[in-house]
């Protein structure tokens, strides 16, 4: 089956510590996105690269980078990880940007931050 | 004023009730708006989405949109127990796929 795959599902990491996150998709789609969810909140865009092009949310944080070296791949790098970055990171795809193309979501990596 | 906002519920429904989840949106020029379903500590899972005014039906999910009050619903028929989860609302602003999400409304159906 098509589908979005997050690697690890679980990371533990310690304060300032470098961490990467990956996704994986088969489902040939171009567009990729990194969300941070919190408990009990709305999830919040990153980034999103469509085809090779990076566009990032005017307020996130200068210490989320992200890769995508093919279509397939895309990488959430936290360069150094503090308290408040403890959440849960998912990656999604859509066809294009169009408004009738929905995201589709990998399981998602849970973030503790020690 | 959030972009998107939900109740955040919880909402409590027997099983075989209809529940009804509501959503409203300040981007008056929003063009397309998405149902999805998120179980605790999984991720969001589409049900479906509406861009026309009305009504678009689903098996057990109906979608309803008025733009003209901002507004969009969702219908569950016949709740089963398996539906309880928190439901996200997301609003499609144009054509960067700019989709903004409501923090969601917790379902509990009771059997």
Known sequence: DAMVIQNPRYQVTQFGKPVTLSCSQTLNHNVMYWYQQKSSQAPKLLFHYYD?????????PDNFQSRRPNTSFCFLDIRSPGLGDAAMYLCATSRDRGPDSPLHFGNGTRLTVT | Q?????????????????????????????????????????????IMFIYSNGDKEDGRFTAQLNKASQYVSLLIRDSQPSDSATYLCAVNRGNNNDMRFGAGTRLTVKP
């Open chain 2, 2 to 46: 959030k972009e998107v906002e939900q109740n955040s519920g919880p909402l409590s429904v027997p099983e075989g009730a209809i529940a009804s989840l509501n959503c409203t949106y300040s981007d008056r020029g929003s063009q397309s708006f998405f149902w999805y379903r998120q179980y605790s500590g999984k991720s969001p899972e589409l």
């Open chain 1, 52 to 60: 090779k092009d990076f566009n990032n949310e005017a307020d996130t």
